[in-house]
């Protein structure tokens, strides 16, 4: 099963615009991974953050966790028509191995 | 490239039939996951290995599905008298089990069950 939901499902930006992806979780977590997929592509590590750590930035990517809301944000600035893609959230639950929890993914289009 | 290769890369099949997929992890990497992901879902967790050891089974894996990892290295997915339901695109990811704890992924093999 899903460990939860991201928000919005889909997103419509124009080049140069930010992008602001939502994910919300259900259960205590160790870690939170965002995930890029190209359409009927492998996935793409892009950030993690402990939870112990409220923000981390890569690039134009800037990872927020809130950890008492169990929810993060994945904020890419100045998007490229290259950032189209899906992104996933998933979580790394206190188990003893790094078996990722997805949630449903939010699908970005951004047009030059 | 992540360093993680499966193949076959697409896998077309008549229901009933048996599928076997196999997974490449990067070389020094100790633990092996595989995942089903369907239209329009993010991917699920099957089933996990250390080494050779089959140490997770998800929920999802029914008795058709089996899945090794002999001498530690590569894996293989196999799948049992294919339902349509199958269908779905399984990827494998590989990591160590020390240090950063990040997936590497393949590129996934996409099964069609007609």
């Known amino acids: 099963s899903q460990q939860g939901e991201e928000d919005p499902q889909a997103l419509s930006i124009q080049e140069g615009e930010n992008a602001t992806m939502n994910c919300s979780y259900k259960?205590?977590?160790?870690?939170l991974q965002w995930y890029r997929q190209n359409s009927g592509r492998g996935l793409v590590h892009l950030i993690l953050?402990?939870?112990?750590?409220r923000e981390k930035h890569s690039g134009r990517l800037r990872v927020t966790l809130d950890t008492s809301k169990k929810s993060s944000s994945l904020l890419i600035t100045a998007s490229r028509a290259a950032d189209t893609a899906s992104y996933f959230c998933a979580t790394v639950l206190n188990t003893g191995f790094q078996k990722l929890v997805f949630g449903t993914g939010t699908r970005l289009l951004v047009s030059p | 490239d992540t360093g993680v290769s499966q193949d076959p890369r697409h896998k077309i099949t008549k229901r009933g039939q048996n599928v076997t997929f196999r997974c490449d992890p990067i070389?020094?990497?100790?633990?092996l996951y595989w995942y089903r992901q369907t239209l329009g879902q993010g991917p699920e967790f099957l089933t996990y290995f250390q080494n050779e050891a089959q140490l997770e089974k998800s929920r999802l894996l029914s008795d058709r599905f089996s899945a090794e990892r002999p001498k530690g290295s590569f894996s293989t997915l196999e799948i049992q008298r294919t339902e349509q339901g199958d269908s779905a695109m399984y990827l494998c990811?590989?990591?160590?089990?020390?240090?950063?704890?990040?997936?590497?992924f393949g590129q996934g093999t996409r099964l069609t069950v007609v």
């Open positions: 259960t205590s977590i160790n870690n």
């Open positions: 953050i402990r939870s112990n750590e």
């Open positions: 070389s020094e990497h100790n633990r």
């Open positions: 990811a590989s990591s160590l089990a020390a240090g950063t704890p990040r997936s590497f």
